[in-house]
């Protein structure tokens, strides 16, 4: 019988393309498992850092998604009390678990920044705004001496994101408004031509040390305080 060449090339190449494609998807899946892993042992660690340091009457928190997480904060202040418990991808639901833990120990001072994920992903920012209120409930119940700072929601590079961060922003605000909370309104000086200003975000969300700038001329008068 006659072997059929290009019958066994076809399966040659089917097996190598198969072969590939798992090979490709072990390392990727190998490489996500342990970018998870990886956050979760640097969450733990900022936790225990966190909790393993006595309450004092200087501690200021800050708590946020990753926006709060990539700001160095003791540098730029030069304040070694200042704490960063910002966390990259959360949503309000998170950032108000968090709030949960933090606000026992009842510091002077809280800086809370949250909602942009909430956007970016979609979700019902009614139940961001629920949330919100909730840590600004916590705050007042469980720690009234605590002095809270809410931070608006900064804008991005998209529009339809901006249009949602903006009723959000909106939202907050009447409310800081009616209970008598500080808040720090810092969207319109990110702005430029309606969109995130190019020179101050790497990606259209995240920001760059010029951002940074920005966001600290708006802080230092609440944190020297």
Same mark, same amino acid.
Request: charged share 20%.
């Given at each position: ?5 290009k019958? %066994?090339?076809k ?5 190598s %393309? ?15 498992l342990? /970018?998870?892993?990886?956050?979760h042992q640097?969450?733990?660690q900022?936790?225990? +850092?966190?909790?393993s ?6 501690e200021i %928190?800050?708590i ?8 160095? #904060?003791?540098?730029e202040?030069n ?5 960063n418990?910002?966390?990259?991808g959360?949503?309000t639901p998170a950032i108000l ?8 120990r009842?510091p002077?001072?809280i800086?809370? +920044? /949250? /909602?942009?994920?909430?956007?970016q992903n ?6 961001a705004?629920?949330?919100f ?5 916590l705050?007042?119940?469980?720690s ?5 700072f809410?931070?608006s ?7 339809k994101?901006? +249009?949602?961060? +903006? /009723? !959000? ?17 810092? !969207?319109?000086?990110f ?6 200003n190019? #020179? ?11 951002g940074? !700038?920005?966001?600290k001329k ?6 020297n305080?």
């Amino acid at each position: 019988m006659a072997i059929n060449k290009k019958l %066994i090339y076809k399966y040659i190449f089917i097996i190598s %393309i198969a072969l590939n494609v798992l090979t490709i998807g072990y390392f990727i899946d190998k490489k996500v498992l342990f /970018g998870i892993e990886s956050r979760h042992q640097f969450e733990r660690q900022k936790w225990n +850092e966190l909790f393993s340091t006595a309450h004092d009457s200087t501690e200021i %928190i800050f708590i946020g998604t990753s926006l709060t997480q990539n700001f160095r #904060l003791q540098e730029e202040f030069n304040n070694p009390h200042l704490k960063n418990m910002g966390f990259g991808g959360t949503e309000t639901p998170a950032i108000l678990n968090n709030f949960k833990r933090i606000i026992v120990r009842k510091p002077p001072k809280i800086f809370l +920044e /949250g /909602g942009i994920n909430d956007v970016q992903n979609g979700l019902n920012m009614d139940d961001a705004f629920k949330n919100f209120v909730e840590m600004c409930t916590l705050a007042k119940t469980v720690s009234p001496r605590t002095k809270l700072f809410v931070q608006s929601v900064l804008p991005t590079m998209t529009s339809k994101f901006n +249009e949602r961060i +903006e /009723g !959000y922003n909106s939202r907050i605000m009447d409310y800081c408004k009616v209970h008598n909370i500080p808040y720090i309104n810092m !969207y319109h000086d990110f702005i430029v031509d309606g969109k995130l200003n190019p #020179l101050a975000t790497i990606d259209g969300i995240h920001l760059t040390p010029y951002g940074y !700038y920005l966001w600290k001329k708006h802080l230092l008068p609440y944190i020297n305080e």
